[in-house]
């Protein structure tokens, strides 16, 4: 039986490091992604892609650990297998147009793809749960649902309003008159991992005083002593409200509160929950000084990656121009 399933990447507008928090964040898909072309047949999965010189080789009766699989891209699709348990493997190709260690997603957008072409039968948020452990076991992070969801269930035009606690997503049609500019800060991510785990931590340590960080207010913080884990703390409960706030103001096409959001979003990353990078601030501080941009941060988990700008359309920011776009879908044709 042939197969082909798209994915997209993704870019987060606002609402960085509070998805596992079961906060509101507010990616979009994008108009780049993964597609794979292929036929479910055989007990091994056998993929290549035309941005890696090695193909993914995964055999469905052996149990393989995917974080030790080489080539390294292959854990990806290593992590679905291992999550799905097909019964029947796949043999074709992957293409991608997403840049690697960019911030874009990827991975996750391999992952869902990967995880449609194999025959995932279910819901949106249950294709993403799958596709978030599938990332977790290949990546040794334990990330959030942000990204497999923001794939699973763009829509044209809109950014999403996530729930993550509900998984409940809410379109937001991006105005008419509005941009999504991004921009490579030259860095490739890096250090992600263990940066990323230890955040994740210092935000359960907050919870273990205070609670859950999505229902608490910033008076509630006082009660955390430890400084450091406080500043985590803080982000979160204001990003949460940021999100908020950022939906309110795209809906009602206030695109220069849009921007002032962005930009605050980005202060509170760099100084109290301290993922920005110099190269991240160039980046970020290039767009935010051209005329015309109503405001930039970095985007995703930072540590290096891209940077995101709203701008007019007639602004000169430089960049990528991305599209708010559908989410994965696939297409199986019948011998
Ligand atoms: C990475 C993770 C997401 C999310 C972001 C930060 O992209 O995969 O789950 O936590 O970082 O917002």
Redesign the pocket.
């Known amino acids: 039986m042939k197969v082909t399933a798209y994915a997209p990447g993704r870019v987060?507008l606002i609402g960085?490091?509070?998805?596992?928090a079961g906060g509101l964040?507010l990616p979009m898909a994008i108009d780049r992604g993964t597609t794979v072309v292929a036929e479910r047949v055989g007990s091994r999965v056998v993929v290549s892609s035309d941005q890696e010189t090695e193909r993914a080789e995964i055999d469905l009766v052996e149990p393989v650990d995917a974080a030790a699989v080489r080539p390294a891209w292959a854990r990806y699709v290593a992590g679905v297998v291992a999550v799905l348990q097909p019964r029947v493997g796949l043999v074709g190709a992957i293409r991608s147009d997403l840049p690697i260690g960019a911030g874009l997603?990827s991975s996750a957008s391999i992952e869902v793809a990967v995880a449609l072409a194999l025959g995932f039968d279910g819901t949106t948020s249950e294709l993403a749960r799958a596709c978030q452990s599938a990332?977790q076991l290949a990546s040794g992070v334990p990330?959030?649902?942000?990204?497999q969801l923001a794939s699973a269930a763009g829509v044209e035009g809109a950014a999403l309003l996530i729930d993550c606690r509900s998984l409940e997503v809410t379109p937001v049609t991006l105005p008419d008159d509005v941009e999504v500019v991004v921009r490579h800060s030259g860095q490739v991510r890096a250090l992600a991992g263990s940066a990323y785990a230890e955040r994740r931590a210092q935000c359960a340590a907050a919870e273990a005083v205070i609670g859950p960080l999505r229902d608490a207010v910033p008076a509630d913080l006082h009660a955390i002593h430890d400084p450091v884990v406080r500043r985590r703390a803080r982000h979160v409960v204001t990003e949460i409200e940021r999100v908020r706030l950022f939906a309110g103001a795209l809906r009602a096409g206030d695109l220069e509160l849009a921007g002032a959001l962005m930009t605050l979003s980005h202060r509170s990353l760099r100084d109290d929950f301290e993922v920005s990078t110099p190269a991240l601030e160039d980046a970020v501080g290039i767009l935010v000084a051209t005329s015309g941009v109503y405001g930039a941060r970095l985007t995703?988990?930072g540590f290096g990656g891209c940077v995101v700008a709203l701008a007019d359309p007639s602004s000169l920011a430089q960049g990528w121009r991305l599209q708010p776009s559908a989410g994965a879908s696939v297409t199986v044709y019948d011998p």
């Not at 960085?16 to 596992?20: G, K, L, R, T």
């Open positions: 987060n960085d490091h509070v998805d596992y964040v997603s990332e990330c959030g649902i942000m990204d995703g988990a």
